[in-house]
């Protein structure tokens, strides 16, 4: 069966913002911008960072999985839902040398309940927002990363996955700071990098993990997911399969209410090479109401399609830049994998 790409034409208008922030902070407003004309609280830096969050879920759907290439928008409830009957995994803190940042960084690493140097695991990096770090992810369990993980595994939909967070601001300097402003983001777009030279080899170094872009994934949301279009976009090679989730501006240029965005990119140059090694599953999506990145996403996504870059989109109905968006992003692309894996 094909793999489907969504369309669903959203109605709103938002002020589309950058993207992105951290789960720690004070209650106070917080001046972030490099011209020191925008506030954000520290409750908009959390959910920059790692979503807005969304209430629990009340009710588990008995829903029989279905290995096909079919998108579906929201993450099923029994998927994301604390089950008796598996064990799941807990996040360790861990340090890595940088050579490209010349200074020892952080990250979060969820292994296996049952993780085992005698076996191989596939291995996700996942790639918070703007004013995040290793702990977004980790210190937010209303995202149901471990359940989603643990439960598709447990379910025999996929293999038991290690997930890296990093600390995505590559800075090259000790006092660097994140914030609204051209020269406060270059350390994001440094994050190419401190992956590639130093966080991959340093993983696939001490944990046990199988090789080859079969088996690595990249995902990121808001600041993060613009990021995982860049990397993936300059070195494809290295992922088989790849889901941008909320994507925040700054791609290629562009003006928000908080910047001016110089671009990584222009237009035209958002593609592969034409001899490139491509990811065999590539997704864009974004929730319908995001209040923070708007229609960013979506005009990526058609500068993809414009310049023959071969991706997945989908909108999340209802779905704002929150929860709902990072737990339907994982989940999709865990289906694609566990879609390709079993034509194999």
């Not at 914030?179 to 983001?185: E, K, L, P, T, W």
């Not at 401190?194 to 088996?215: C, F, K, Q, W």
């Not at 279009?229 to 290295?238: A, K, V």
């Amino acid at each position: 069966m094909k793999k489907i790409r969504v369309l669903i034409l959203s109605a709103f208008i938002v002020a589309a913002v950058c993207a992105c922030g951290s789960g720690n902070g004070e209650d106070s407003n917080m001046d972030v911008s490099g011209n020191g004309d925008v506030n954000v609280t520290a409750d908009d830096m959390s959910s920059f960072a790692a979503g807005i969050k969304t209430d629990e879920t009340e009710s588990i759907s008995d829903t029989e999985f279905v290995h096909n290439g079919e998108i579906e928008e929201r993450c099923p409830a029994k998927y994301e839902a604390a089950r008796n009957d598996v064990s799941y995994g807990e996040y360790k803190h861990a340090t890595y040398y940088s050579q490209t940042c010349q200074m020892e960084r952080g990250y979060n690493i969820l292994l296996p309940a049952d993780y085992s140097e005698d076996k191989k695991y596939p291995v996700l990096y996942l790639l918070h927002g703007i004013f995040g770090d290793e702990y977004s992810f980790s210190n937010d369990g209303s995202n149901k990363i471990k359940e989603i993980v643990g439960n598709m595994a447990a379910d025999g939909i996929i293999d038991e996955t290690i997930v890296v967070c990093p600390n995505m601001f590559a800075a090259w300097e000790a006092d660097q700071k994140p914030g609204f402003d051209s020269q406060s983001v270059l350390p994001y777009d440094n994050f190419i990098n401190d992956l590639v030279n130093d966080l991959m080899p340093h993983i696939e170094e001490t944990y046990s993990v199988l090789a080859g872009r079969e088996n690595t994934y990249l995902a990121g949301f808001s600041m993060g997911g613009r990021e995982t279009i860049f990397i993936t976009l300059q070195r494809p090679e290295l992922f088989g399969y790849v889901c941008a989730i909320s994507s925040a501006p700054g791609l290629v240029p562009a003006k928000d209410s908080f910047m001016t965005h110089e671009g990584q990119m222009s237009e035209s140059e958002m593609k592969f090479a034409d001899d490139a090694v491509e990811p065999n599953v590539f997704i864009v999506c974004c929730g319908t109401s995001d209040s923070v990145v708007g229609t960013f996403p979506k005009q990526y996504h058609e500068l993809l399609e414009t310049n023959g870059a071969k991706h997945i989109w989908y909108e999340i109905t209802g779905a704002d830049h929150d929860n709902n968006a990072i737990k339907s992003g994982l989940y999709n692309l865990f289906k694609q994998i566990a879609f390709d894996k079993s034509r194999a």
